[in-house]
């Protein structure tokens, strides 16, 4: 006997440390990890399963609070079937999978190893687990982002085809025109008509080219409205007059019921106008001729409504909600002899909300009529009104450092604020935030708590510290929304506390400088 006699045999200790090391680690590792004992019925279905062990970041991970010795059914009885499925093949099986799947009745996406662990017959299955929901989250919103941007290019494509088309139609008959002027025996009545094709199409010309430029400046957020109180009779009336042409070339039967209780209105009477008539014209222009159009006015508490119906080739409801959107024509069903680019009703939209009232379309369906309805807020000043529009123009471009040891998190993130026109910086730990904050001098931190090095709240009072950091904003990004670890953060420093998984409309109100969002 020598050595190790007063201790432990060597295989033992090999075993009791290896043992120590493994529940150290367990006990440490950000994953959560727990040992199921899976249950099967008589014909050998999984049933349920009850938790045998777990570690400490398993509550975090999961939100299931004393676990321990209970069944999954009784803690969350909306579980998926898929997870009982998938653990009992394991546990039968003995093959280890690794999968990520939605657990919706923890509210949560897992990144999952699983694999069988003692003897067969036991039905133990460890599982090594992540919440993976703010990565998903991230790319749910990117993947729609892209899809938008996908559908719009499609889009923008078509609209450019019809433009060429559009500007491509006058130019006929100007070459004749200039054509016919040429000639010297052209008798003073075809003068007086070849003037009136020029003046006829250069006018359809500049209607285009200023809806071109209207879109642009809207978009641009360039457009500025000159708002003064005008009566609503007059800005219809020159609205009625731009498109009495047209209905009268259709023979529409027109009616105009306008609710005496509107008087002086606050509007640019300009653009108001312009709205007024874009509509009328697209009632003129999808319904048949000898159509009814009707254009009433109501006043509300503190609103007026603006609609405009006519008994025309309706839209169909999968139609309706892209109506508004730049670029979008009801492709079959509408008659296209009419022309257009698709984009009379995004300007309707743009120039209703710089006035900040609202636009919504209804019809029952193709060949149903359809309703256009204007809703004016209560009137402002002009003052406001300007100061509203250089607000939209404002959305400036921030330098925003993230920092988060979970790369995937943090890249993500930084994909989504680069994607939203920021300029951004990432790193995976506290120290190398401080550095890249020092360097970069962000207009915004946002940082996770629980991180290498440095965790965020040392991270945060290092800022604050610094000379350049005067308007930093500092948003702290945990797993826990309860009020003890928003004190500390606040504590820390922050002036923002966002609840992982960071939603995007969260971070991008922050960003947009919205200081309501939490
Ligand atoms: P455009 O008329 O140049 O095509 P708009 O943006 O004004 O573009 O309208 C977009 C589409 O909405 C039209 O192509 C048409 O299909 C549909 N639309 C607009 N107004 C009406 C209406 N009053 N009745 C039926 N369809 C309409």
Known sequence: MEAYGAVAPPRELDRWESDAKYRTLFDSIDEGFCVIKVLFDAAGTPVDYVFLETNPSFERQTGLVAALGRSMRALAPAHEEHWFRTYGDIATTGEAIRFDAPAQALGRWYDVYAFRVGEPSQHLVAILFNDISQRKALEQALESRNARLREADVRKDRFLATLAHELRNPLAPLMIAAELLGRDNLSARQLGQTRDVIRRQVGHMSRLLDDLLDVARITQGKLVLRKQGVPLTEVIDSAMEAVRPLMERKQHAVAVHLDPAIGIVDVDPVRFSQVVANLLTNAAKYTDPGGRIVLRTRAEPEAFVLEIEDNGIGIRGDALPDLFVMFSQVADGADRTEGGLGIGLSIVKGLVELHGGSVQAESAGAAEGSTFRVRMPPSRTREMAVANTVARQAVARRRVLVA??????????????????????????????????????????????????????????????????????????????????????????????????????????????????R
């Open 404 to 517: 988060d040891d979970n790369r995937d998190a943090a890249d993500t993130i930084g994909m989504l604020i680069g994607d939203l026109g920021h300029e951004v910086r990432v790193v995976y730990d506290g120290q190398a935030a401080v550095s890249a904050a020092r360097i970069f001098h962000p207009d915004m931190a946002l940082l996770d708590i629980g991180m290498p090095k440095m965790d965020g709240c040392m991270v945060a009072r290092a800022l604050r510290e610094e000379p350049w950091a005067g308007s930093l904003l500092l948003v702290a990004a945990t797993g826990w929304g309860d009020a003890e670890s928003r004190r500390k953060v606040f504590a820390a420093g922050f002036d923002e506390h966002l609840t992982k998984p960071v939603s995007p409309d969260d971070l991008e109100r922050l960003l947009e400088g919205d200081r309501s969002a």
